[in-house]
């Protein structure tokens, strides 16, 4: 278990199994563009290691660049994204694929597609390491994703809290409070599977 500011954080993901997803993630995007240059833009700053680890398993030649939104206050997310790093280079009749961290709302992909809305790109594909389908509110499709989670913050592998925790070599997930814990314990007979009073 780890602490961050005030918050404990218990191990989630192994960095096994990250590297696993992102192998999975580049072996497939390279079969799927096998006649193509992809630009992959990366979305700072979480996705800084996504981004470093993936092209360096991505087999073919491609191009790497990134833009810098920030939506996250804290531990939740909001709907206000800020533009800090734009677009830097002309994308027409380019194959796009962006490259997240995570997608939780979606408030930056829709963000993402507003910025592209008005490029003349030839694709633009999405791929996310993580992916929280229960926080998830729109409908924009998502092309590639590695790693489905809950909806519980998590830390680590470029994702902050308050800005610690992005270079952990794996992920954290926000420990539940011992009071809550407490409920699941000592919930109503039966509730813990496998076990007969
Ligand atoms: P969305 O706009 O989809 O709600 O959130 C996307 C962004 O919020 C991510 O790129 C990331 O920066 C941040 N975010 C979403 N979920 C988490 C989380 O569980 N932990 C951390 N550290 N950041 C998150
Ligand atoms: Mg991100
Ligand atoms: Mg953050």
Known sequence: MIKLHDKFFKPFITAKQIDDAITRMAEQIAVDFADEVPVFIGVLNGSFMVVSDFVKKYPKPCEVTFIKLASYEGVKSTEDIQRLIGLTQDLSGRSVV??????????TLAEIHRIFKNENVKSLTIATLF???????????????????????????????????????????????????????????GAGKGTQA
Do not use: C, S, W
């Open 131 to 189: 992916y929280k389908p229960t926080a998830y509110k729109k409908d924009f499709k998502l092309h590639y994703v590695g790693i489905e989670i809950p909806d519980k913050f998590i830390v680590g592998y470029g994702l902050d809290y308050d800005g610690l925790g992005r270079n952990l070599p794996e992920v954290y997930q926000i420990k539940t409070t011992q009071h809550m814990t407490n409920l699941v314990l000592f919930g109503p007979p």
């Open 98 to 107: 962006i490259l997240e961290d995570i997608i939780d709302t979606g408030g």
